[in-house]
């Protein structure tokens, strides 16, 4: 079967004739691959910043981003049937009996690190014409969502960061309103958290680095969500604008603008980190205002990877919710498409021109 793979050692990507995996267990479901989401995480792969094959093999299938159509059912399998769209979760838990994180079902909190990740570490992901999964970690899409259900898994990162943030701001005595939040940002994972927040009641604005007119400008103002190019406004000039955020959702992956945003964060707010930056870049912190601040204004700094079952549930019932509230929304999030031959240049943005979501797909 076709696949696109990475071989670390000869730092090569190719697509490949790959073995068609078969079920090994009556709990397995075989599923014919639709779409294949690509981000920043496949661009450091394709760059061998990141990723790790499977052992014993000299390859990585990538693909981590996936809606898929079930074409065959173990005997044990329940709740699914052939024809069936799903969306697979990513990470699998660590075996050490003495992490409670993975013991309990949240491999996404694993305090050992030796989780496995589809498509990026040690295992092989779902950029290929089929793959087999345990039916504990596959989540049935509904047939209405299909245009758009590619975007399952970047939307789980802000539904398990916003349900991290409604906890964490249970600390406060008495019940806060839903106030003003910033999303620093305006890729893939910045814009569904955009999305994310204004269901949930928070007047949201977007703070990027692109001045306007641009694609991702044009998405944010398309669901609400004004524009504001770090390139023309200083942080103090976004709070004359916007307001202080409560909520600081940093989808960028630049840890200069993350901790310059910080300083402006309102009393009691919570800055949730989601990006992980792949270039080192020059960064000057004045530790001990920073740290005064924290402390009185009673701030919290929340890093987030990863997602739980619930957060894919969740961020399926969301993706029907923002199509309703905002057609043409989601859709609009999707730049192109793909076949697997063009994966390289559709990751590293030499296929399309920049743009917000490049999709794979197979067909």
Not at 263 to 278: E, Y
Not at 283 to 291: I, K
Not at 302 to 307: M, P, R, S
Not at 328 to 345: F, K, M, Q, S, V
């Amino acid at each position: 079967m076709k696949a696109v793979a990475v071989f670390p050692q000869q730092r090569e990507v190719r697509v490949i004739d790959a073995p068609e995996p078969r079920l090994q267990s009556p709990t397995q479901v075989k599923v014919r691959t639709r779409e294949v989401g690509v981000c920043g995480t496949d661009r450091d792969i394709v760059q061998f910043l990141y990723g790790t094959s499977p052992p014993g093999s000299e390859y990585l299938i990538v693909g981590h981003e996936c809606l898929g159509e079930v074409v065959e059912v173990g005997g044990a399998v329940q709740g699914l049937q052939k024809g069936d769209l799903v969306v697979p979760r990513v990470r699998r838990p660590c075996p050490h009996a003495t992490c409670p994180a993975c013991r309990h079902g949240h491999p996404d909190f694993c305090v050992t690190g030796d989780y496995t990740e589809r498509g990026i570490k040690e295992a092989h992901g779902f950029c290929a014409e089929l793959f087999v999964e345990d039916v504990a970690y596959v989540h049935r899409v509904p047939a209405e969502l299909r245009e758009v259900a590619v975007l399952t898994e970047p939307l789980t990162i802000a539904e398990k960061a916003l349900r991290e943030v409604r906890r964490i701001q249970e600390r406060l005595p008495w019940k806060p309103e839903t106030g003003r939040a910033v999303v620093l940002g305006a890729g893939p994972v910045g814009q569904l958290g955009v999305m994310a927040l204004l269901r949930r009641g928070y007047v949201t604005t977007v703070y990027s680095r692109s001045p306007k007119p641009n694609e991702k400008a044009a998405a944010a103002e398309a669901v609400g969500a004004p524009y504001l190019s770090s390139k023309e406004l200083s942080v103090e000039e976004l709070v004359r604008r916007a307001g202080a955020p409560d909520v600081l959702y940093e989808a960028a992956g630049a840890a200069k603008a993350a901790f310059e945003t910080l300083k402006v964060l309102a009393p009691n707010g919570v800055v949730v980190l989601t990006g992980v930056p792949s270039h080192e870049e020059a960064l000057s912190l004045e530790g001990a205002a920073l740290l005064k601040q924290l402390v009185l204004k009673n701030q919290v700094v929340l890093g987030t990877v990863n997602a739980a079952d619930s957060d894919f549930d969740m961020a399926l019932d969301d993706l029907g919710r923002f199509r309703a509230r905002w057609p043409g929304g989601l859709e609009r999030l999707i730049t192109a498409r793909h076949p697997p031959e063009d994966y390289c240049d559709a990751v590293t943005g030499r296929k399309g021109g920049g743009g917000i979501k490049h999709v794979i797909t197979f067909t």
